[in-house]
């Protein structure tokens, strides 16, 4: 069983920066990889970024590259997003998502319930 809660969204201006966070916890399962997801008013849910929590690569969508960082911190189970240059267009609810091994070899999926982020004037 895995807990994800999303934090630090808030209103920004456009040009401005802001830091969101997710933090997993529960027992039983190990960290394969999390991410995060948007979805803007009327629009489908959308990827954002992605790190592997052994390794820590990263993967980014075309629309957030050289603006937003993934990063983790594997002692907290904790996911960042720091996002610089923001524009309206990233208004969204952001979504932390959990791919976890169950068991030994068993991939489960976790979303959280969503931090919202406003860019506006």
């Known amino acids: 069983q895995v807990r994800l809660v999303e934090s630090g969204g808030g209103l920004v201006q456009p040009g401005g920066s802001l830091r969101i966070s997710c933090a997993a916890s529960g027992s039983g399962f190990r960290i394969n990889t999390m991410a995060w997801y948007r979805q803007a008013p009327g629009k489908e849910r959308e990827f954002v970024a992605l790190v592997t929590w052994s390794d820590g690569n990263t993967g980014y969508a075309d629309s957030v590259k050289g603006r937003f960082t993934i990063s983790r911190d594997n002692a907290k189970n904790t996911v960042y997003l720091q996002m610089n240059g923001l524009k309206p267009e990233d208004t969204a609810v952001y979504y932390c998502?959990?791919?976890?091994?169950?068991?030994?070899?068993?991939?489960?999926?976790?979303w959280g319930k969503g931090t919202l982020v406003t860019v506006s004037s």
């Open positions: 998502n959990v791919g976890a091994v169950v068991g030994v070899l068993i991939i489960m999926t976790y």
